[in-house]
């Protein structure tokens, strides 16, 4: 990297920010920052709804900031990038809210599959972090998402691992009791990149007083100057990584690695960029967990393995700590060696920092920018069917007749639609109302049944998109027709339909005790 010259390395962020940053503050807001939030936030909040158009930006945006030095990993936008494109299938299905979610979160789980060639961790990611429960029929259908995703990588991209890792074999049972205590203190270096990546985005907005379209521009000169006195942190730094697990770097030049990665990657964020922080966790764990070995490996050398044994139990601990997903940590670390003897190190570790970053902070990296916001998931999953609006959960509405329609092909219609009703507009799109079977049946069993379905419709009682569940359970209890119309707040668009399937779908399970 120092062979490109000062000059590239100082500019090319800015350069790059003074491209992406119009594109993410015009275009798709949402893109900017690492991405895994938002899923999160269109899961609990949104059914699973995500924009068209965050494929295409959130990729350009991200090639864009990590191909120009932006020290985040490649990893948060695919995993926003598959949600995207399965809720766009859901859409473009007409699936309802819970079948949106599900997809929302195969296509997550795709996203790591492919990334990481880990078709085990993609599953457990999808259902630790983005559904937040472990349901039978949704484990099944993301299984089986991050396969296919698996297959397809390998034939594209190759068996081979993105990652070269040390060999891993404890030295002595005493060991364990190292990695427990290696685990404890990654934990919390963890938990501190969780807080630092936050706290320096607060600094930057509070400094920045232009427009969003420059922010990423003027602040990739900053960056610039960072990766000027470490080129190392350019871009997502696997390499680096595996160099620095091999015992390449000195023990000075780890922590130097470890702290200014954790600089790097806020900044990068702080500055409007866009790229996840699952990578740069784990190479701060990595980083970090080398150096704890090189300095326990100095004073045991008969007890203590290689260190980079300790940078791998790092990289798990790390992780664990910040996102507090154990699961997640544990199985694509083992994924990612292929060693058995690997895992009760890693349980061990994993458990502690998981512990210790519980202790530390009730959030988690990604939920604390929703904290931020004043999104509480937490409370989101034990509330979400009563506060949530009627838009949000409801079913696509059946498709809509003309007024000029004949009752024959209202008939029609009718047998193909499964809640007893289709709704009615005019020329122009406007609801006007709803046809129920039993008057169109009534109709044509009378002699004379030459007028068309306006003469028939009726005005139900419907629901507007921003009724919430808990006021709209009366009115779907009392509606004649399985469902009831959902409307747009001024009444003249139909945007869905509300079934008591919809309500079911949308509430959580309740433990039985």
Same mark, same amino acid.
């Given at each position: ?47 699973? =709804? ?38 766009? !299938?859901?859409? &473009? ?8 979610? %599900? ?26 972090? *983005? ?39 404890? =030295?002595?049972?005493?060991?364990? %009791? ?53 080129? /190392? ?29 954790? !600089? ?25 967990? #080398? ?5 326990? =490996? ?26 507090? &997903? ?31 970053? /519980? ?29 949530? /609006? ?9 498709? &809509? ?19 007893? &009703? ?11 109302? *709803? ?13 004379? =049944? ?12 419907? %629901? ?6 808990? /006021? ?26 509300? #079934?008591?399937?919809?309500? %079911? ?7 039985? #005790?």
């Amino acid at each position: 990297m120092p062979a490109l010259g000062f000059w590239f390395i100082v500019f090319i962020p800015a350069i790059a920010g003074m491209i992406y940053g119009p594109l993410v503050a015009w275009l798709a807001p949402e893109a900017r920052g690492h991405g895994v939030p938002e899923v999160m936030f269109a899961v609990a909040e949104r059914g699973g =709804h995500i924009p068209a158009r965050i494929p295409v930006v959130k990729s350009l945006a991200s090639a864009l900031c990590i191909g120009g030095g932006g020290s985040v990993g490649r990893e948060g936008p695919i995993v926003q990038i598959g949600a995207a494109l399965g809720s766009a !299938v859901a859409q &473009a299905l007409r699936l309802n809210t819970s079948r949106m979610r %599900l997809l929302v979160a195969c296509g997550a789980s795709a996203g790591i599959s492919a990334t990481f060639n880990a078709p085990l961790a993609g599953p457990f990611f999808a259902m630790e972090l *983005i559904l937040r429960d472990f349901a039978a029929e949704s484990f099944g259908a993301v299984v089986l998402a991050s396969v296919t995703a698996s297959v397809v990588g390998r034939s594209v991209l190759g068996d081979n691992p993105f990652l070269t890792l040390p060999s891993f074999t404890p =030295h002595s049972g005493v060991e364990y %009791l190292l990695f427990a205590g290696a685990g404890a203190l990654l934990g919390v270096v963890g938990v501190t990149f969780s807080k630092l990546l936050y706290l320096v985005e607060d600094v930057c907005d509070w400094v920045w007083r232009g427009p969003e379209w420059l922010r990423p521009a003027v602040g990739g000169l900053l960056l610039g100057g960072v990766l000027w006195l470490l080129p /190392q942190l350019y871009g997502v730094g696997y390499p680096v990584l595996e160099k620095a697990m091999n015992g390449d770097y000195a023990l000075g030049l780890l922590i130097a690695l470890m702290v200014g990665k954790m !600089v790097a990657t806020s900044l990068t964020i702080g500055i409007g960029g866009s790229g996840g922080v699952f990578a740069p966790t784990l190479f701060i764990g990595a980083v970090g967990g #080398t150096a704890l070995g090189t300095m326990i =490996h100095a004073m045991l050398p008969t007890m203590a393995g290689s260190p980079g044994a300790y940078g791998l139990i790092g990289m798990a601990a790390a992780l664990a700590g910040a996102t507090k &997903a154990p699961i997640t940590a544990v199985v694509i670390l083992f994924e990612l060696t292929g060693e058995y003897s690997i895992i009760l190190p890693l349980m061990v570790a994993v458990a502690i920092a998981a512990g210790v970053g /519980q202790l530390l902070s009730k959030d988690s990296i990604y939920t604390r920018k929703l904290t931020r916001r004043g999104v509480d998931l937490a409370g989101v999953s034990r509330e979400w069917a009563p506060s949530a /609006q009627v838009a949000t959960i409801s079913s696509p509405p059946p498709p &809509a007749l003309p007024e000029t329609a004949s009752l024959t092909a209202a008939a029609e219609a009718l047998q193909r639609t499964v809640v007893g &009703a289709v709704p009615v507009v005019n020329g122009s799109g406007v609801y006007r109302g *709803i046809l129920s079977a039993q008057v169109v049946a009534d109709a044509l069993t009378r002699e004379h =049944h030459t007028g068309t379905v306006l003469d028939l419709v009726r005005i139900p009682p419907t %629901l507007t998109a921003d009724t919430r569940l808990s /006021q709209a359970m009366a009115v779907l209890d009392a509606a004649p027709a399985a469902g009831v119309p959902v409307v747009s707040a001024d009444g003249t668009r139909l945007v869905g339909w509300l #079934t008591h399937k919809d309500v %079911l779908n949308a509430s959580p399970p309740k433990a039985h #005790t």
